[in-house]
């Protein structure tokens, strides 16, 4: 442990506890939450770290206020985070919509079990991916990232907050209960200041600045409330003073930044992973644990001669279509394995375009695939 209390080393740990250490790591000092399985982990271990690093560490009375206090404490200048899985996620919901509508930076981890309602809760899920996209209303883009192991979300965690701080969105960890659960070794580092990203700040004096005026990455300047500028925010559609206007011609220009600043940078926000997609005749498109199953299922399929490739996405939201597209032509089939009943397959589906087949393999909940049934759709999908 440095002197100012981030951890340096090889340790042993579960995911949970390696996220809250990778917040740490990127800086974040606020933490509000309410317990629940699989997440408890994570606010446990944040409820300890963070008085050790001078943070703040509050449970609340429920998912809603949760969300709630890091926007507030985002907005007071802190990095803060909270965690939670399904039910707690759709609470969650009306306060994440706020928090695009405000654009402020902060971080959401979802430790997903098996559902619906309360579902298994000491069981992993992936059922809440498209409720990651599209589970707030109106019109906005979302970023989410989805680690595979407690290495990488420590990592991913990271990269959510500098996400966060450079686009000043809400960024989700899309984690799952068997990487929230697994114990593995984790190298955990000091963050070089150069490596972390701090929010864009004013540049100009008080009274010229307007709060959601946008620089040229369509990202405003966010001013710190208590240093002497004056702002105004609000969930209602407003102009770039962060006053209310009840136009539509407001409304047209704010949504579209709002999904503009996401969509212009997509290339930049997107990660994957690739294995053996260069000649690769089937491609199975993965993210989360399940990617690490079909890492075997790929290779297996390789050492009985036949062309499988691995396309794993890191960040899913948003959506890694241009590659799809590049790839429908070049192979048969996709093959998407999901512990739900199907997701992000239909959004393979709709980049493919009908080049390729697209096969779903879907488990409801409770485990993870067996590399040999990835091996067989991938056999079967190479005929």
Known sequence: MTEDGVLEGEFFVNGDEACAEGAISA?????AGYPITPATEVAERMSRRLPQVGGVYVQMEDELASMNAVLGASWAGVKAMTSTSGPGFSLMMENLGLGVMLETPCVLVNIQRAGPSTGLPTLIGQGDMM??????????????????????????TIVAFNLSERYRVPVLVMSDEVVGHMSEKVVMRRVAPEELVQRPRPTVPPGDYLPYQPGDDLVPPMAIAGEGYRFHVTGLTHDERGYPVMTAETQDKLARRLVDKIRVNRKEIIRLEELYTEDAEVVVCAYGITSRVARRAVQQARDEGIRAGLLRMITVWPFAEDRI??????????????????????EVERCAGGQARTILLPHMGGGVHHPEAILTAVREAAQ
């Open 325 to 346: 597209r590049e790839l429908a032509p070049q192979v048969r089939a996709f093959v998407v394995p999901e512990v739900n009943y199907g997701q992000i397959v239909l």
């Open 27 to 31: 800086g974040c000092r606020f933490f």
């Open 131 to 156: 409720q990651a996209r599209w589970g707030s209303h109106g019109v906005y883009e979302i970023i989410a990232v989805v680690p595979s192991s407690p290495q990488e979300i420590y990592d991913l």
